[in-house]
Nanobody
């Protein structure tokens, strides 16, 4: 069973930056779509950002709340995805989870489409 291993969470002051990373435990097959979701206390899990590789093209998607502040990147050959976060605010405090799927997901925002999930990493932004 493929596992997704996340790293990079932590505590940062408002306005600060963090970089999250995620890697699949094996590269037997390639992940086509990889993304990040987050869940804040008392709230539902929400889509943050995703990247999708297909026929030499790379597509990106971001939730409006993070556009211009977060950047998703990855390497399809290595099954890795990263999330660079800048200008963090307390509203970004959440457990961030990496997700991946071997398929071309038309909707990268739908969590139910992803077959593989990481355990999550805590991001806390203090005011």
């Amino acid at each position: 069973q493929v596992q997704l291993l996340e790293s990079g969470g932590g505590l940062v002051q408002a306005g600060g930056s963090l970089r999250l990373s995620c890697a699949a435990s094996e590269n037997t097959f390639r992940m086509i779509t990889m993304g990040w979701f987050r869940q804040a206390p008392g709230k539902e899990r929400e889509f943050v950002a995703a990247i999708r590789w297909n026929a030499g093209n790379t597509a990106f998607d971001y939730v409006d709340a993070v556009k211009g502040r977060f950047t998703v990147s990855g390497d399809s050959a290595k099954n890795t995805v990263s999330l660079q976060m800048v200008s963090l605010s307390p509203d970004d405090t959440a457990v961030y989870s990496c997700a991946a799927d071997r398929g071309f997901l038309p909707s990268m925002r739908n969590a139910r489409n992803y077959a593989y999930w990481g355990q999550g990493t805590q991001v806390t932004v203090s005011s």
